[in-house]
C-alpha cells in the first residue's frame, strides 16, 4: 500500500488501505500518519468526524 500511496498521494481508497492496513497490523504512527493524510484529502464530513476519532483512540492507546 506504501508504494501506491507514493505513486497516487491523493487517492483516497489507496491512502484509506494504508491507515487500515497499519491499524490491522498494530503499527500505530503508521496508522495515524496514513489517517491524517486522508484528513488533507477532501472527504465528507462524517467520515472526517470518524477518523479523527479513531486518530484519538489510538493516540490514546499508543500514549498509554
Given at each position: 500500500?506504501?508504494?501506491?500511496?507514493?505513486?497516487?498521494p491523493t487517492d483516497q481508497q489507496a491512502v484509506f488501505a494504508l491507515a487500515q492496513a497499519a491499524d490491522s497490523l498494530r503499527q500505530t504512527p503508521e496508522a495515524i500518519s496514513a489517517y491524517k493524510r486522508l484528513l488533507k484529502l477532501k472527504i465528507d464530513p462524517t467520515t472526517a468526524a470518524q477518523i479523527?476519532?479513531?486518530?484519538?483512540?489510538l493516540q490514546g492507546s499508543a500514549g498509554g
Open positions: 500500500f506504501k508504494k501506491i500511496v507514493k505513486l497516487r479523527r476519532a479513531r486518530i484519538k483512540a
